[in-house]
């Protein structure tokens, strides 16, 4: 009984693919037909076309017999007009389609030869010529027309000249329906000349992406001109507008997200002035302008101050060297600067660097009653043995939301990751709850060398063994890096970068060795130097500042130094306890005042802030004679 029905079911099996296979073999057999069909219709379509009125069309040209040409095509346009009015879609209009564009192909053909000649030979035409091209009639006339349009475009934007132009003018102005195109525009020349510097002038802006100017010239031209520039001027007007809306206004808000109100107030009150009504602009514009306040030139000094990494873990970090600050202090001591009414602003605002062979001094501008402040964050590459005896963090990160994070891995092996665990976020955070305490976004400036890591990550073989050896050197196991895991590394750096750049902090070179510079030769310079264009740079994009470790700068007409300017290195930061800038030779300098637990305690910052309401040891004192428990900064 069960072979019986094994031998049922298999032949039911059988007899269902046996089923199956016919299906998919008529199915494909169909499709094949089908193919054929369409096939068989193009070529007679193709045939059709080929050997119908084009071939007489073409003969008739070749002979002269233009009337008989003219109502062949005629014939062919009243056909296709006549189904395109019923709304007929078949194989006969199709081939109407074809034999009319091959028609006007044809006569375009002829007409682009004659052109050519004329324009770049001083061709006069032959009356063989002008037999042709007036006796076409709409063939050539409608042709003829939209090229000495296009000419007198050419013209207003300075790409033909006017002698050349007027000769072509000469030459059409008897053909046929032509002279209707080209007597007014013979008598437009003049203007159009005067219009030209103008229009020139708006079209440069406008492919520098300064579509503002470019419409504000446009407008200009629309105001004082008439006819064929007022036409031109006005179409570019709503066509740049309709370019600029969506992007620049996307612009706008985006330094509204970063806090750059008065760069999106300038930009806004621009976009308000062409697009008035529109409620979007004018919603961004206010949103702008209630951040913003009276600025004024500032001629005094600009106190800069640095810092390095934070103690993050105060556990491992409380028998530190003095060279850094807890994360609550540096805390505390924005808090003290905010309410000193200074005010951080970009280092590079105070520098044109368009020119590659001079700086340009640039007045800084600041809102009234603040006072300037660069900060700059001294040396983020994260070395093991700094990070892990000091309670630092030993990484950089994005979060969830994007924002820029520091980490460390606790005693007990869990991972810490936040904001405030560094100072690049402490300050990130600081300033969204004060955005007045940064003119028109500025964050600091971030400086990197190459030693070991970036921002903690290994990203090239050299920082591998710098790894290895400092590694061992802590007497901790080694850790192998594969090529694989160095190029996502770079990955990670380039997107924090990235961020960084976006959210109002400039990156800076440290060297890649986090070398003396002052005491290092040329050869040593120009090896450090390729070795942090080549492997970090790569990753940032073209970077102006050096902030030469220890303060040990070079003099800016030093050779060395004209090395470093060369390679697009102009903005200096050495190190002085007083607040001091100067322009050089091609180049601005900076000193830089230190901030640790060591320099609070052993110098006067009073011209800053209150450094007993600063440091751990004044405040948690205080707070235990008060009887408290030591409190999160503000």
């Known amino acids: 009984m069960k072979r019986t029905e094994d031998n049922i079911f298999d032949n039911y ?23 054929m069909i369409c096939v068989v219709s193009w070529l007679n379509v193709s045939m059709e076309v080929e050997s119908g009125v084009v071939p007489e069309f073409e003969v008739a040209l070749d002979e002269g017999r233009y009337d008989d040409a003219l109502a062949l095509y005629r014939q062919v346009h009243d056909d296709v007009v006549s189904y395109d009015a019923e709304g007929t879609e078949d194989s006969e209009i199709v081939i109407r389609r074809e034999q009319m564009s091959q028609m006007e192909e044809i006569v375009n053909q002829r007409l682009l030869t004659i052109e050519d000649q004329m ?84 079209e440069s802006a406008f492919n520098e992406g300064d579509y503002i100017q470019a419409v504000q010239i446009y407008v200009g031209v629309c105001d004082n001109y008439e006819g064929f520039v007022y036409d031109f001027a006005s179409s570019r007007v709503t066509e740049i507008k309709e370019i600029m809306y969506e992007p620049m206004l996307q612009e706008g808000e985006h330094m509204l997200e970063r806090f750059r109100y008065f760069s999106a107030e300038s930009l806004l009150s621009d976009l308000a002035v062409i697009f008035p009504d529109d409620n979007r602009i004018n919603a961004d514009l206010l949103e702008a302008t209630s951040h913003t306040t009276e600025v004024v030139q500032y001629r005094g000094t600009v106190e800069v101050i640095s810092v390095r990494q934070l103690i993050a873990d105060v556990s491992r970090g409380a028998s530190n060297t003095g060279l850094y600050l807890t994360t609550d202090e540096f805390s505390r001591m924005l808090q003290e600067l905010y309410d000193n009414d200074y005010v951080l602003v970009d280092a590079e605002t105070m520098a044109d660097l368009s020119e590659d062979n001079f700086i340009t001094e640039v007045d800084l501008t600041i809102p009234a009653g603040k006072k300037p402040l660069i900060l700059v964050l001294d040396t983020f590459d994260y070395n093991v043995a700094t990070t892990y005896n000091y309670g630092l963090c030993t990484q950089l990160s994005l979060d969830e939301q994007g924002y820029v994070c520091g980490q460390y891995v606790a005693p007990d092996g869990t991972l810490v990751s936040g904001r405030e665990l560094e100072a690049i976020g402490i300050l990130d955070a600081f300033v969204e709850a004060h955005p007045d305490f940064s003119f028109d976004g500025a964050k600091g400036v971030i400086s990197i060398c190459g030693y070991e890591s970036v921002f903690g990550y290994v990203i090239s073989r050299d920082e591998a063994d710098d790894r290895s050896e400092a590694l061992a050197s802590i007497g901790r196991p080694n850790v192998e890096f594969t090529d694989s895991e160095i190029e996502n590394n770079r990955q990670t750096v380039s997107e924090i970068m990235s961020v960084l750049q976006d959210t109002g902090w400039r990156l800076a070179s440290s060297t890649y060795g986090n070398i003396n510079a ?53 903005i200096f930061f050495g190190m002085g306890y007083n607040p001091y800038h100067i322009y050089g030779d091609n180049y601005l300098y900076y000193d830089r005042t230190t901030i640790s637990e060591y320099t609070l305690s052993n110098n006067d910052y009073s011209r800053l802030f209150d450094v007993t309401r600063i440091l751990d040891s004044y405040v948690n004192a205080v707070m235990a004679e008060d009887g408290e428990t030591e409190q999160e900064p503000v």
């Open 518 to 570: 002052y005491e290092s030769d040329m050869d040593t310079i120009v090896s450090d130097t390729t070795k942090w264009m080549e492997q970090i740079e790569t990753l940032i994009g073209d970077v102006h500042i050096i902030v030469y470790p220890g303060g040990n700068y070079i003099y800016g007409t030093d050779p060395r130094a004209v090395y470093l300017k060369n390679n697009g290195f102009r």
């Open 13 to 35: 099996e059988k007899k269902s693919v046996k089923s199956a296979g016919h299906i998919i073999a008529a199915v494909i057999c169909f499709l094949i037909v089908i193919s």
């Open 119 to 202: 324009r770049n030979s001083r061709y006069i035409p032959s009356s063989a010529d002008i037999r042709f091209m007036n006796e076409m009639q709409e063939l050539t006339s409608s042709r003829l027309s939209t090229w000495l349009i296009d000419l007198s475009t050419e013209f207003l934007l300075g790409s033909i000249e006017k002698p050349d132009l007027i000769f072509i003018f000469e030459q059409l102005n008897d053909i046929g329906n032509v002279s209707a195109t080209t007597t007014p525009l013979l008598y437009e020349i003049e203007t159009i000349e005067q219009a030209r510097g103008d229009v020139q002038a708006a």
